[in-house]
């Protein structure tokens, strides 16, 4: 024990000397956490990584927390440090740029409890596992979950979440910050309108429960927020009794075309996991460690023919190069105090181009034709005035997350100066600078709050 101390106090101090970081090693080695922080480079190089691989960011060191606790001493710590450092959650790293990165800072790694991913040494080391209540019909999981291991947990009392991603390897914090979509979410609505409660770690580093009643501001903060204002590190998921095989009684009231019927029948495990199934095929034939420059936009009903005459027809010349999924959506199901943005229309498609670059000679699999295509798309929603807005949204401008938000940026704003008013979290969004970088850098053009 004491010799890893050491050696980890060693790694910390050459680092700082080597990068000219301003963290004290003492302030992160005084933490005392119950979990592991590591500063070994295998732990570094997989937090500096997600998905997408279009970016790269190497932090100081990372956290797998054991508990609620660990995570609010380390935040605590950030923000009281007097140098400044910062700090991201990061699920399970399924972000597409960069999102959950950082450079000056420690990334605490949410899911590494999974029975997915990583194990801590010994049980007591890890984060509680599920608790189902059949009565209430919902379940109490650490942020970190992954929702398989949701599914998994809830199944052995005949239950499930309601409203689901298409993907089940994603954490239950990083999609509750985002909205957490599949193709059923029209019925019951995103996986923000299906929480009754958080625990949630602020940019000062209190606990604070969370729910409609309680702390309410911060709930519906959290739920779209983007990961800007506190850690969820515990959310209560409503349940319902998982469906039995639906097929037939869907099809009885449907008017239909018998010839045109196509259906598969599967197991709901099966039906729910099937992204998964595709995801090692795709890693087999070593199509999964590859560039994704992926695209997600909300189009409004009203302009989905024109998006589709521009787009479809016109930039895409009716080829798609990759999966596109389009999904109807119901904004009555989306809770307008939530965090999130979708268009002013009651109807809305979410259509995402989920392409993959590869380099095997073809110049249409490239990156740079799939990314130039993109910024092609968004531009011609731009010039045609169809008002889409970004799902799992990114932008490099302040202007452009002032328009992302719209009317909500200034309750944006303000939530942010309330939960994390040094703004330490989750600054791999390139929404707020930290306090102490924008000091630093205060005769320069940059904004104090602005991006970077
Ligand atoms: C193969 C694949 C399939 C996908 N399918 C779907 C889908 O069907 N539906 C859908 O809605 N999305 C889908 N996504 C997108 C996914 O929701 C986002 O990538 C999201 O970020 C969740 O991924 P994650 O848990 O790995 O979070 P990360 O990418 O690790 O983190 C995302 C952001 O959330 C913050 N964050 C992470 N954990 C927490 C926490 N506990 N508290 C507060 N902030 C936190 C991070 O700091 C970061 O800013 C898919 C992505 C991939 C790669």
């Not at 911060?218 to 009794?241: M, N, Y």
């Not at 795709?282 to 997600?296: I, T």
């Amino acid at each position: 024990m004491a010799i890893n101390k050491f050696l980890l106090t060693f790694a910390i101090c050459r680092l700082i000397a080597t990068v000219g970081l301003t963290v004290d090693p003492a302030e992160l080695l005084r933490l005392g956490v119950d979990g592991q922080l590591s500063v070994d480079p295998s732990d570094v190089e997989i937090a500096s990584l997600d998905f997408g691989l279009l970016s790269r960011a190497k932090p100081i060191a990372v956290l797998r927390p054991a508990s609620a606790e660990d995570v609010a001493l380390l935040v605590r710590a950030a923000y009281n440090s007097a140098g400044g450092f910062t700090v991201s959650a990061r699920g399970h790293g399924h972000s597409i740029n960069g999102q959950a990165q950082i450079s000056n800072g420690v990334v605490i790694e949410m899911s590494s409890r999974s029975r997915a991913g990583h194990q801590l040494g010994s049980a007591n080391n890890n984060p509680a596992p599920p608790q189902v209540s059949v009565k209430e019909m919902h379940v109490h999981v650490w942020g970190g979950e992954l929702w398989i291991d949701v599914l998994r947990s809830t199944l052995e009392h005949g239950l499930a979440p309601k409203s689901w991603t298409d993907y089940l390897y994603l954490s239950v914090g990083g999609t509750l910050s985002n909205a957490g979509i599949s193709g059923q979410a029209f019925n019951h609505g995103p996986q923000i309108s299906n929480v009754h409660e958080l625990d949630v770690v602020t940019g000062k580093g209190e606990i604070l429960t969370c729910s409609e009643e309680e702390n309410s501001e911060l709930f519906h903060a959290v739920l779209g927020g983007l990961g800007q204002f506190g850690i969820i590190t515990r959310a209560r998921i409503s349940l319902e009794p998982a469906p039995q095989r639906e097929v037939e009684s869907l099809l009885k009231k449907l008017n239909f075309i018998p010839s045109s019927v196509f259906t598969t029948d599967l197991p709901y495990v099966d039906f729910l996991d099937r992204v998964h199934k595709a995801e090692l095929k795709l890693r087999s034939k070593g199509l999964w460690d590859v560039p994704h420059p992926w695209l997600n936009l909300f189009v409004p009903k009203s302009r989905i023919a024109d998006f589709d005459k521009g787009v479809f027809k016109g930039i895409l010349g009716n080829k798609t190069s990759g999966p596109i999924l389009i999904y109807p959506m119901n904004r009555n199901k989306w809770d307008q105090r939530s965090s999130v943005v979708t268009p002013v229309e009651d109807v809305f498609y979410l259509v995402a181009f989920l392409r993959s670059a590869l380099d095997d000679g073809e110049e249409t699999h490239t990156l740079e034709y799939l990314s130039n295509q993109n910024r092609q798309i968004l531009r011609f929603c731009d010039d045609a005035g169809i008002k889409v807005k970004q799902y799992l949204p990114h932008y490099t401008t302040q202007q452009e997350w002032v328009d992302h938000f719209g009317d909500k940026w200034s309750q944006f704003y303000q939530n942010k100066m309330e939960f994390d008013p040094r703004r330490i979290l989750a600054t791999g969004q390139r929404i707020f600078m930290p306090s102490f970088v924008a000091a630093s850098s205060s005769s320069s053009s940059f904004s104090t709050v602005g991006p970077w």
